[in-house]
């Protein structure tokens, strides 16, 4: 089956660690993204990614990092300097960036900052 | 001001009523989407607009651009409807990053 898969659905860590977050897709799709979802809030942009080997700042980048290797594949690593971490984080990707084209989100990942 | 606004933030309502949700913003779009997220946190693409309206099964979307209005409709409600409805749009200007989103609704379809 096609589709957008997150792991883990949960997650915890200890304040002062780096974590990585995965998302991975076979969809084919160009473009990629990284959300924060936090309770009361929508979704805020983290991260793009247009194509292989690019990636851009969302609105909310500082503390975070990624990287796009491979099409099918874009983690996001959640730093020590991100201040407020405990989210629901969520992938997307699209055919592809800077069109109206329709976003697949992944199931999402829970992570916990203890 | 947040540029995408919804209402009702909360919806309860009995099955089988017909549902209304609102989605206001302020900026020019090239598209609308609407989105479902149920407990568990996944979400669902539900509607892509850019004019007019749209309807799949007991879901019917439409879309004001003049007013910069849209409108998510539910037929026959269902408790399985029950979720947060995401209104989320794409800022015109050609720009290649992702979407801008409301906060949400929370409906809930009592049996």
């Known amino acids: 089956d096609g589709g957008i898969t997150q792991s883990p659905k949960y997650l915890f860590r200890k304040e002062g660690q780096n974590v990585t977050l995965s998302c991975e897709q076979n969809?084919?799709?160009?473009?990629m993204y990284w959300y924060r979802q936090d309770p009361g809030q929508g979704l805020r942009l983290i991260y793009y990614?247009?194509?292989?080997?690019?990636?851009q700042k969302g609105d909310i980048a500082e503390g975070y990092s990624v990287s796009r290797e491979k099409k099918e594949s874009f983690p996001l690593t959640v730093t020590s300097a991100q201040k407020n971490p405990t989210a629901f984080y969520l992938c997307?990707?699209?055919?592809?960036?800077?069109?109206?084209?329709?976003?697949?989100f992944g199931p999402g990942t829970r992570l916990t900052v203890l | 001001k947040n540029e995408v606004e919804q209402s009702p933030q909360n919806l309860t309502a009995q099955e089988g009523e017909f549902i209304t949700i609102n989605c206001s913003y302020s900026v020019g779009i090239s598209a609308l989407h609407w989105l479902q997220q149920h407990p568990g946190g996944g979400i669902v693409s539900l509607f892509m607009l850019s004019s007019g309206k749209k309807k799949h099964g007991r879901l019917i979307a439409t879309i004001n651009i003049q007013e910069k209005h849209s409108s998510l409709h539910i037929t026959a409600s269902h408790p399985r409807d029950s979720a947060v409805y995401i209104c989320?749009?794409?800022?015109?200007?050609?720009?290649?990053?992702?979407?801008?989103f409301g906060k949400g609704t929370h409906l809930i379809i009592q049996p």
């Open positions: 997307a990707s699209s055919i592809a960036a800077g069109r109206a084209d329709t976003q697949y």
């Open positions: 989320a749009v794409r800022t015109s200007g050609g720009g290649a990053d992702g979407l801008t």
């Open positions: 969809l084919n799709h160009d473009a």
């Open positions: 990614s247009q194509i292989v080997n690019d990636f």
